[in-house]
C-alpha cells in the first residue's frame, strides 16, 4: 500500500514546475527537434534566487520561432552536473545538443575534434531577422554592443566558435554601511586595499571571502596583468589585427609556450615570483576556507561576518531582491598595483577579466543530418536561424532582461541599471592571458590546488614555483603535441626584439 | 586419487603397446563427455534462464572491464585517436606522476583508520546489543542503529561539512561559544588537519549495517560455547576477547575486505569535502583516475590508475583470504 501511494501520480496543477521544456510531443508536421542548451540562468523552469517567478524568457521566443517554422521545435534542456564532463562524453557518442551554452575556452580544447561549428561565415552574412537598416542587416556581427570583448572569444586557430548573448563582469560588493561606520572608503590602489582589509579584520569581520577557483582564476590573472603588463609588446609575438587593441598583448597557448621555453613563468622569472608573493601578502584577509564545497561566501556577505565579497553581475539579483538586507552595498573594482607596491607594477588600470556570460556553441549534432557536409543540412539552417532570431533586440531583452544578472550583448537592448557598474568595467583592456580554463585542464587543476596550498602555508614559495614549474614542463609538451603547434616560428620575432629586450630589467635569463 | 588425474595416467600408459588401454580409455572418455552433454541437455532450461543474467554481466562488467586494460595501453582521448604505448601510461603514473605517492599514502591512512574503526567500534556495541537481557529493546536498538543507512552517502558527507566547515561551522561556533581550548581554524583548509578531518567523517562509526553483521555473528555462537566458558572462568572482557572475537573472526573477516575494498575504490567522499585539496594532501588514487579520465580526457591513463588499483584489491583479496583465520578454521583446529 505504501509503495502504491509513493508512486500514485500527484493531482494536476500540484506538480513542480518542469524544469527546460517538455520533451518531443510534437505534432506531425514537426521534422526538426533542436534540442538547446540555454545555460542554467535561463533554462525554462528555474527559479531564480530571491524569485518566485520561474523563468520563461527563453521558452517563450522559442514559441515565437516555431510560429514561424512550424517544422521546428525548441527544446530547451539543462545539463547534469559539470558541462564538460557531459558534454565530452554526449559529443563523442554524437548524442549532444544542438546548441550548448560552455566556456569557450573549453571549445578550443577540443577545437581540432571538428565537434564545434566555426560561424565566422555566418557573422559576415546579414541577420534575416534584423529589420532593414537596422545593425544586423548587412552583418550580423554589426549587432553586438560589446563587439571587442565578443571578439574576445575567438579561438587561437582564429575562428569565432560561439554567439555571445550578454556580458558578465566581476567586481568586488562591499558593505557600505560598514565601511561608513569604520571610516573607510573604497581604495584606489592596492596598497590602501590590503590598509582597508587590515582594518575590518581588527574588528573581527573577515575582510574579504572568495573562492579558491575564481583566486586561480581571476586573482592570478589580474596580478599577472599588473606585473607583466610593461612587457605587453615585447611577449606578444603573435599580434592579431582581428582581436584589435582591446586583446593587444593577448598570450595564447602557443606564446606562453615559446615564453616558457625562454624562462618565462619558471623559478628564474622574478615576475612570475611577485605574482605569488602578492597574492601570498593578500591572503590573511580572505576567509579562512577557500574550498566553497557545500558553502555560500554570498551568505557571509549578506549576513554581514564577510565586509566585501569579490563576484559577479550574476550575484546583484540576490542582493537586489533580498527584503532582509540590513546594509546597504556598493561595488568598486580591483584597484591597480603601484610601483611603491611592487618594482614591477606600474599602477596602470585593472583589466577586464569578465566578458562573454552565456557562450552558444553550435555542436555536430546540429548537421547529424548531412554529416559530411554541414552545409546541405537543413537541420543547421533552423539552428543557425533560431540564433539570429534570439538575438534581436526585442528577444535579447526578453532572455536577458528577465532578470538582473547580465548584460545584454545586443544594440539597442539597455542593461538593468543596477548593473551599469559592470558596464563602466566592461570598457577597459582585457587581460594579458587566462592561465585557468584556456591553457590546459590539469594545469588548471595543479594550480587552484597548489595556490590553495601555498596560500594556506602547506607549502612555501620556493617550492610552490617548482610544482609549477614541473607541471608547466608537463603541460607545454602536451598542447604542443595536441595541437601539433609549431612554437619555433616565433624565434624569428623574439630575435629581432632583442634591443626591446635590453629597455626591461628583471627579465629571465638576462633577456637571451 | 581423484578422478581428474585419471585420464593423464590413462593416456600415460596408451602410449605404451597395450592397445585395450588405448581403447578402454577413449571409451571412457565418450562415455563422460555423453554423460556431461546429457547433463547439460537435461538441466538446458535452467542454463537458458542463467544466459541473460550472464550475458548482461558480461556486456557492463566483463567487456568494459577487458576493454579498459586494452585502453590501458593507448594514449586514448575521448573522441580522439588511440595511440598503442606499450607501458607507458603505468611507467608514467608509479614513477614520474607526483600525486602518486601522496594519493596512495592518503589511500592507505584512510583505510587503516576505516578497518580499524570497523574492527572495534560496531563490534562492541553489537556485543552492548547482544548482551541486553531485554528482546524488546535489543530490537529497538538494532533498528536505532539502522537508521542512519537510509541518508544518502552525498547528504551526510554535506552535513559534515558543515559541521567542520572553517569559518562557520557547528564545530568552530561552539568552540568559540563554550570558550573550549579548541581552537577554531579551517579544518578541511589547514594541510596537517585535512585528512583527520575526512577520517572522522561518520564518527563515533556506530552506525549502518557493520553492528548487524558483528550481531548475526554472536548470535550464531552456540550457547553451549557460552556455556562452556563459562564453566571454564571466562567472563565479562576474558569472554569476549577468548571466545567472541574469534567466533565471528569471519564476520571481521568480511567487513575488513569489504572496507580495504571501499577504501581503495572511494573518492566521492574526498571529492564532495575537499575535492583532493588543499593542494594534493587529501587526493586519493580513485579521484585522480576520475579526474585523469573526464577533466583532462586521459582515459588511457585513467584506465592504467584503474588496473593497479583492481591489482591492488586483488592482491590484498588474496591476502585477507589466505592469512585471515575465519571462524570456521578456528573451530576446525580445535576439533
Known sequence: MLGLWALWPPPEGKSQARLGSAPSTQPANVKYVIKFNPGPLYLPGVVPENSDKPIEGIAKVGKAFEALYPDTKIEFIGVPGDVREWLVTSLSSGEAPDVVQINVEDVWQDIQKHWYLPLDKYYDS??????????????????????????????????????????????????????????????????????????????????????????????????????????????????????????????????????????????????????????????????????????????????????????????????????????????????????????????????????????????????????????????????????????????????????????????????????????????????????????????????????????????????????????????????????????????????????????????????? | MTESSTPLSDTTDATGPGGPVLAYTTLRETARSRSLIDHIAASASLYAMLIPTFLLLALFCLVPFVIAIWRSFQEYEVGGTAKFVGLANYREYLFHDYTFLQSFGNMIFLTLFAVICVMIVPLIVAKLIFSLTSERASYIYRILFLIPIIVPNVAIFLIWRGVIYGDDGLLNLVSRALHLPLPAHGWFSTPSTVLWAIAFIGFPFAGGINILIYYAGLTSIPDSVHEAAELDGAIGLRKFFTIDVPMVMSQIKLLVMLTIIGGVQAFEGVYILTGGGPGFRSLVPGLWMYDNAFKFQRMGYACAIGVILFLLILALTIFNMRYFRSAEQLQGQTR
Open chain 1, 126 to 512: 546579414p541577420n534575416p531577422f534584423a529589420k532593414p537598416g537596422a545593425p544586423g542587416s548587412v552583418k550580423w556581427w554589426d549587432m553586438f554592443k560589446y563587439p571587442i570583448p565578443t571578439r574576445g572569444t575567438m579561438a587561437p586557430d582564429g575562428h569565432m566558435y560561439c554567439i555571445t548573448l550578454d556580458m558578465i563582469e566581476t567586481g568586488i560588493f562591499y558593505n557600505k554601511t560598514l565601511f561608513k561606520k569604520l571610516g573607510l572608503h573604497e581604495p584606489k590602489n592596492w596598497s590602501e586595499f590590503i590598509q582597508i582589509q587590515k582594518v575590518i579584520k581588527e574588528h573581527g569581520i573577515t575582510p574579504t571571502v572568495i573562492d579558491r577557483q575564481s583566486l586561480a582564476d581571476w586573482g592570478v590573472d589580474l596580478t599577472f596583468y599588473q606585473i607583466y603588463e610593461p612587457l605587453r609588446d615585447l611577449m606578444d609575438l603573435n599580434y592579431d589585427p582581428k582581436r584589435g587593441e582591446y586583446m593587444h598583448g593577448y598570450l595564447d597557448w602557443d606564446e606562453l609556450i615559446f615564453l616558457h621555453d625562454k624562462g618565462f613563468f619558471t623559478p628564474a622569472d622574478p615576475r612570475w615570483q611577485e605574482v605569488w608573493r602578492i597574492l601570498k601578502e593578500w591572503r590573511p584577509y580572505l576567509s579562512q576556507d577557500l574550498n566553497p564545497i557545500g558553502t555560500d561566501f554570498m551568505q557571509q556577505f549578506v549576513t554581514q561576518k564577510a565586509a566585501m565579497l569579490w563576484g559577479h553581475s550574476m550575484m546583484v539579483s540576490r542582493l537586489v531582491n533580498d527584503p532582509n538586507l540590513g546594509f546597504e552595498w556598493g561595488l568598486f573594482y580591483l584597484p591597480p598595483i603601484t610601483k611603491e607596491y611592487s618594482r614591477f607594477a606600474t599602477g596602470v588600470d585593472q583589466c577586464v577579466i569578465g566578458g562573454s556570460a552565456m557562450q552558444y556553441t553550435v555542436t555536430n549534432h546540429a548537421w547529424s543530418d548531412s554529416p559530411n557536409d554541414p552545409d546541405k543540412s537543413e537541420r543547421l539552417k533552423r539552428v543557425i536561424a533560431f540564433l539570429q532570431f534570439l538575438t534581436t533586440p526585442e528577444n535579447c531583452d526578453k532572455v536577458v532582461n528577465e532578470q538582473i544578472a547580465l548584460l545584454p550583448n545586443i544594440k539597442g537592448v539597455e542593461p538593468h541599471k543596477e548593473l551599469m557598474k559592470f558596464d563602466e568595467i566592461l570598457q577597459r583592456h582585457y587581460a594579458m592571458t587566462k592561465w585557468f580554463f584556456t591553457f590546459d585542464n590539469q594545469w588548471d587543476e595543479v594550480l587552484m590546488r597548489e595556490l590553495e596550498l601555498f596560500l594556506n602555508d602547506g607549502i612555501d614559495r620556493e617550492d610552490f614555483v617548482r610544482v609549477l614549474e614541473k607541471d608547466l614542463e608537463r603541460t607545454t609538451k602536451r598542447i604542443t603535441e595536441r595541437k601539433d603547434l609549431d612554437i619555433d616560428r616565433f624565434q624569428k620575432v623574439w630575435d629581432e626584439r632583442a634591443k626591446m629586450r635590453k629597455q626591461f630589467s628583471g627579465l629571465p635569463n638576462d633577456g637571451k
